[in-house]
């Protein structure tokens, strides 16, 4: 193991450019990872994080320049370094027809554990992660939080004097997050561990002990996180909006303002980043009615990354829909989703157990809830991919149980893996969604010049899918939900693994959209977007935890230790029976 404090990783003038690619994935890239510390890899999509990691396990090497890893050099060393370090993939490298202990086995194997230390570190990491009573579970029916440990312990199952994690905690519910951070301190304190991490959740660089900025493959920036907090210090407000306004209209107002470079929600106030310490254009919007009260508040590292991607000049392509922030013109007491005692069984296994809510037009609708909990499931029903067991279920006017072809033609549906055909130009899976909605003649060719300009697309309308970057393979996504202008959106994960530049981008249209009386049912792991939901429904092992407004959900949480909760630690007490039980919220629709 390496002493605190030294030089785990170091990276020297690497460039790494791959076949047919525009520019260097890396482009002379120079830093160092220390034993002992946690070390934070950040970046847009596209900004070589994935590629960092994958040179530093050896499994690439590089144009030019050195990775040392414990030592060892990347390239000539790569046997003898593999042996002592563990890496975690995205995908966190799991069989998914073995089971848990058969995946274990399979590392060890490949690691040469074996005999008693084989037994001691099965018996530790199963006790770590929680994942004891599951031994004979295949890999692929975990839920995505246990798949992210049985990965972490997979990369530990032989004492590693480093670990190599690539985006850990993408796709899991906050619960899970928590406890991989945990795990990871743990690690580091009492192991003097070396961890490097990239990471698309701004909130964890701000766990980390050192923090590398990652742009088109070069160094922007590091530091640790008070590094960058000094950055924006004095030019961070908290914007309480008027009752008349709401959080939504008024984030939507200000991430227009040329001198905000950031508007997010957080506890029901809008977060701004300003270009100065003068808060001139949040006392415009006081003097004009949307807000009620500014404070100045403490920088975090998201404050600080955004402000430095819009200083450089990287403004936020929102479309029309995207900048609306007048007064909406629909009936938002118009119920366009009803659902009533709704069930799904599959043989004796129970997924959903009794559900029921409305959506009105216009609403945004969050489905939250831990791995596993039954959300995917309902909400494969909503949009009647799944037949509901029992219940009833009303989507659009049209009982959905009994016309399940005509509730579909009202909806839009953006699926997580977005669906999208990686052959085919941006164009091409334009012109085929609007096909199969019934478009033809005129009206197609309007459809596709309105989602052209829309979604910013035009210049990429001959570019293959494979091709795109994700926060334009997420807009090409969305555009097809929207082709047949629907009532109703479900958006099924839709941000999960897209960087914080596309998060800002898609929430911006999303406003948009349900300003023009589009509904919108969203299924999402990040926490902070939840407060863009007009009403929630958390659910856990098919029952319903808790609904009402954000407002409503961060009250269950409220006490001498959280004064003021977020969604996040709202979602953790529920999860964990820790907040008062659901009969507490009173703001459900009729």
């Known amino acids: 193991m390496s002493d605190a404090g030294e030089v785990m990783l170091a990276v020297r003038d690497v460039t790494k450019t791959f076949a047919r690619a525009t520019r260097p994935a890396l482009s002379r890239l120079s830093f160092d990872a220390r034993a002992g510390e946690i070390t934070g890899i950040v970046g847009p999509d596209g900004a070589g994080k ?6 530093a396990a050896g499994l690439l090497v590089p144009d030019e320049g050195s990775l040392t890893m414990l030592g060892l050099d990347s390239v000539r060393e790569t046997t003898a370094l593999r042996e002592r ?19 274990l086995d399979l590392y060890a194997d490949l690691r040469g554990v074996t005999g008693d230390e084989r037994r001691a570190s099965f018996e530790r990491l199963l006790a770590m992660t929680d994942l004891a009573p599951f031994t004979a579970r295949r890999a692929g029916a975990l839920s995505g939080g246990m ?20 985006e850990p905690t993408v796709g899991v519910d906050p619960v899970s997050r928590r406890d991989l951070w945990t795990i990871l301190y743990r690690l580091v304190d009492e192991h003097g561990l070396g961890v490097v991490v990239a990471t698309s959740y701004l909130d964890e660089a701000d766990r980390c002990h050192r923090v590398v900025v990652l742009d088109e493959g070069a160094k922007r920036d590091e530091g640790p996180p008070r590094h960058f907090h000094d950055q924006v210090r004095g030019r961070v407000f908290a914007v309480t909006p008027s009752p008349a306004s ?12 040329p001198s905000v470079l950031d508007a997010t929600i957080r506890s029901g106030r809008v977060r701004c ?41 990287e403004a936020l392509p929102t479309g029309r829909a995207g900048a609306a922030s007048g007064a909406s013109t629909h009936d938002a007491r118009e119920t366009v989703i009803e659902v009533r005692d709704l069930c799904k069984r599959f043989g004796t296994f129970e997924a959903v157990k009794h559900i029921g809510f409305a959506v009105r037009r216009g609403e945004v609708f969050g489905l939250l809830g831990p791995n596993g909990a039954g959300k995917t499931t309902t909400f494969r ?41 990686r052959d085919l130009t941006v164009q091409q899976n334009l012109a085929f969604y609007a096909k199969a909605y019934g478009l033809s003649g005129r009206r197609l060719r309007e459809r596709l010049d309105w989602a052209l300009d829309e979604f910013d697309l035009r210049e990429r309308r001959d570019d293959k899918t494979r091709s795109l970057p994700q926060g334009y393979k997420q807009r090409l996504a969305m555009a097809t939900a929207m082709l047949h202008e629907p009532d109703i959106l479900f958006l099924d994960e839709p941000t999960s693994g897209a960087d914080p530049l596309a998060r800002r981008e898609f929430w911006l249209r999303i406003n948009g959209f349900a300003q023009q009386g589009v509904t919108v049912v969203v299924t999402t792991h990040f926490m902070e977007e939840a407060e863009y939901c007009d009403r929630m429904l958390i659910m856990s092992r098919g029952t319903e935890l808790a609904q009402g407004t954000p ?20 979602f953790i007490a ?14 459900r629709a009729p």
């Open 50 to 55: 994935t590629t960092l990691l994958r040179l």
């Open 85 to 103: 370090i563990g890496s975690m993939p995205q995908q966190f490298g799991l069989y998914q027809d073995l089971t848990v202990q058969e995946n």
């Open 147 to 166: 798949k992210q440990k049985l990965g972490l312990a997979c990369a530990l199952v032989r004492d590693p004097e480093g670990l190599l994690l690539d």
């Open 246 to 257: 709401g959080p939504r209209r008024l984030q939507s107002r200000l991430a227009h303002e």
């Open 273 to 313: 980043v300003l270009a100065s310490s003068d808060p001139t254009a949040l006392r415009a919007a006081v003097d004009d009615g949307d807000a009620a009260t500014s404070d100045q508040v403490a920088p975090d590292f998201e404050s600080a990354f955004m402000a430095m991607w819009r200083r450089h000049g």
């Open 381 to 421: 029903m909503l949009c009647g991919l799944t037949r509901a067991s029992d219940g009833e279920l009303s989507v659009a006017g049209l009982d959905l149980r009994r016309s399940p072809a005509l509730a579909r033609a009202r909806l839009g549906y953006m699926a997580q893996a977005f669906s999208l055909y």
């Open 551 to 570: 407002a409503e959900i961060r009250a269950l949480a409220a006490g001498p230790e959280t004064p003021d909760p977020s969604i996040a630690d709202a």
């Open 574 to 587: 529920l999860a964990e029976g820790a907040a008062r039980p659901r009969a507490a919220v009173a703001g």
